[in-house]
């Protein structure tokens, strides 16, 4: 059912949900997964687009946290490589693994000997063993245009890699599947409460100003880094410390920074392990960690200092690359909700934890990992419903992700497109390749048949929806996409049903959006 349809059918039919989910981000999705397969009335709401936030600019790991272990996060660790395992099991094509290479230089921390002692631990933990050494040849072969100076080897290692939006709609089709409403561009805005105790909720239509209640006992808040927001209206609970952390990266052309792994180097600077790995036929480098002063409200963007961090770690790792800024097609920027005990540590020492609580029928989450969102999910769920009724969620081996049927690979698609296809789309799959559009836009990955599907099927509102979520053509083409936007409007516009006048604004609004935060920044190089 489309968005405007299931708003107005909430607005008339005044239906009562067993749980009101608030936040479209991986955790609300993974929330509205458990709790519509557990047989629960659920409805989502989130206030912009579904992982709009920290979300769709991960830095796309599913790992283990090899770095939570080294700080002696053992339970974090464990839980991580748990999760990480199950999700390439489960959704190959969408979370699959990616090998990582350290290089070992000399008289640089940490050494080889210690490294493998920790992947010993990694490995052993996961339950499958995936770390080699590698001599300076074998480095060099894995990486070619290493810095090949003082380079002793290099230790090699697997975790994984994900497009972090497309996890978010995946898991959120899956809840559909099961009978969950799950609405963008919706805000949550005053509890209702009857005797102290959540009775309903006060929703509001950002897109034309409409609002609506709807009754719950039990809202699960899972906003992220807005998590204090619906928090403050708890009557009794301890109020959330949340630390907004930016974590920035860069994108550039995989011919300019060719890397078929994730190559990994602590930072001169701060001793902060910094990547550069494939993703979406790009190299990706990131990230940084720091505090995040802006308005929330408005998309966080990489700063000029950032940028130099993360070209000064590239020049490092591949002196004879030559990357220079013009060789970078876009940034992108998610602030990470870390809750905080106030202490004043360093940004990269924060915990990664995730941290609950509850407040007669609400339920705040804030901190946690793309990993491990399913597991969050069911400690909320089982926290809101109390000891008493916590016995409906389904058995904790149930599955997230419902396998597609063995459909035979179109002629047309390639085997890598057609794994990646399965692992976005689930289900789906057999249908969207029944369109007859299968050619890939502008040589990129990515299909003229998904940009329709996403069009008709994935609530597309604005165009910054369209190409920086359900597809990522606005960061992997020059310019946002810029010089593609005609084709784009040919082909998606009477799909969006959208006028001549309300495409020129959003082509407008988006450019603006992209150069705001998602170009590279003015400023010294």
């Given at each position: 059912m489309a968005r405007k349809e299931s708003l107005a059918d909430l607005a008339t039919a005044n239906p009562e949900f067993d749980v009101v989910v608030v936040g479209g981000g991986i955790t609300g999705a993974g929330v509205a997964r458990e709790a519509a397969g557990s047989g629960l009335r659920t409805l989502l709401v989130e206030q912009k687009d579904f992982a709009w936030g920290t979300s769709s600019r991960s830095s796309k790991m599913v790992h283990g946290g090899l770095r939570y272990l080294g700080?002696?996060?053992?339970?974090?660790?464990?839980?991580?490589?748990?999760?990480?395992?199950?999700?390439?099991?489960?959704?190959?094509?969408?979370?699959?693994?990616?090998?990582?290479?350290?290089?070992?230089?000399?008289?640089?921390?940490?050494?080889?000997?210690?490294?493998?002692?920790?992947?010993?631990?990694?490995?052993?933990?996961?339950?499958?063993?995936?770390?080699?050494?590698?001599?300076?040849?074998?480095?060099?072969?894995?990486?070619?245009?290493?810095?090949?100076?003082?380079?002793?080897?290099?230790?090699?290692?697997?975790?994984?890699?994900?497009?972090?939006?497309?996890?978010?709609?995946?898991?959120?089709?899956?809840?559909?599947?099961?009978?969950?409403?799950?609405?963008?561009?919706?805000?949550?805005?005053?509890?209702?409460?009857?005797?102290?105790?959540?009775?309903?909720?006060?929703?509001?239509?950002?897109?034309?100003?409409?609002?609506?209640?709807?009754?719950?006992?039990?809202?699960?808040?899972?906003?992220?880094?807005?998590?204090?927001?619906?928090?403050?209206?708890?009557?009794?609970?301890?109020?959330?410390?949340?630390?907004?952390?930016?974590?920035?990266?860069?994108?550039?052309?995989?011919?300019?920074?060719?890397?078929?792994?994730?190559?990994?180097?602590?930072?001169?600077?701060?001793?902060?392990?910094?990547?550069?790995?494939?993703?979406?036929?790009?190299?990706?480098?990131?990230?940084?960690?720091?505090?995040?002063?802006?308005?929330?409200?408005?998309?966080?963007?990489?700063?000029?200092?950032?940028?130099?961090?993360?070209?000064?770690?590239?020049?490092?790792?591949?002196?004879?690359?030559?990357?220079?800024?013009?060789?970078?097609?876009?940034?992108?920027?998610?602030?990470?909700?870390?809750?905080?005990?106030?202490?004043?540590?360093?940004?990269?020492?924060?915990?990664?934890?995730?941290?609950?609580?509850?407040?007669?029928?609400?339920?705040?989450?804030?901190?946690?990992k793309l990993t491990t969102f399913r597991r969050v999910a069911r400690e909320a769920l089982e926290m809101g419903l109390g000891e008493h009724r916590r016995h409906l969620l389904r058995p904790d081996a149930s599955p997230v992700f419902t396998r597609p049927s063995p459909t035979n690979r179109p002629a047309r698609i390639s085997f890598l497109t057609w794994q990646r296809l399965r692992g976005w789309y689930g289900a789906n799959v057999e249908t969207l390749v029944e369109a007859d559009n299968l050619a890939s836009v502008a040589h990129t990955e990515v299909l003229w048949a998904e940009l329709a599907w996403a069009c008709q099927r994935e609530q597309v509102v604005h165009l910054d929806d369209l190409l920086l979520r359900r597809s990522r053509l606005g960061l992997v083409l020059p310019g946002g996409a810029a010089e593609i936007l005609p084709a784009i409007r040919r082909y998606c516009q009477p799909l969006l049903g959208w006028s001549d006048q309300q495409w020129q604004q959003e082509e407008k609004r988006y450019l603006k959006l992209y150069k705001q935060a998602y170009s590279v920044p003015e400023g010294d190089a």
């Open positions: 700080s002696g996060h053992l339970r974090l660790a464990r839980e991580s490589l748990a999760e990480r395992q199950r999700l390439m099991q489960e959704a190959p094509g969408l979370v699959d693994p990616l090998p990582f290479v350290m290089p070992h230089f000399r008289k640089t921390f940490p050494g080889p000997k210690l490294f493998q002692l920790l992947l010993g631990i990694y490995d052993r933990i996961a339950g499958v063993r995936t770390r080699r050494y590698l001599n300076h040849q074998e480095a060099l072969q894995w990486v070619p245009g290493l810095d090949p100076e003082d380079l002793n080897g290099a230790s090699l290692f697997m975790d994984g890699v994900t497009d972090d939006s497309r996890l978010v709609l995946r898991v959120l089709d899956e809840a559909r599947r099961d009978g969950a409403i799950c609405l963008n561009y919706t805000e949550a805005r005053t509890l209702r409460r009857n005797a102290g105790r959540i009775s309903g909720i006060e929703l509001v239509d950002t897109e034309d100003g409409h609002t609506l209640t709807v009754r719950t006992p039990l809202v699960i808040n899972a906003t992220g880094a807005w998590a204090s927001t619906l928090q403050q209206q708890a009557s009794t609970s301890e109020p959330l410390h949340i630390r907004p952390l930016r974590g920035s990266h860069l994108v550039v052309p995989w011919r300019r920074l060719p890397v078929s792994c994730a190559v990994s180097l602590l930072h001169p600077d701060d001793r902060r392990p910094v990547f550069a790995f494939p993703w979406a036929g790009m190299t990706v480098l990131g990230t940084t960690d720091l505090d995040h002063q802006g308005d929330m409200n408005i998309e966080p963007g990489i700063s000029p200092d950032e940028v130099n961090y993360l070209m000064a770690i590239a020049g490092r790792l591949f002196p004879s690359s030559g990357l220079d800024r013009n060789d970078i097609v876009s940034t992108w920027a998610g602030v990470r909700p870390v809750v905080t005990d106030g202490s004043g540590k360093a940004a990269s020492k924060e915990s990664r934890e995730h941290v609950l609580l509850e407040d007669n029928g609400l339920v705040s989450i804030a901190g946690g």
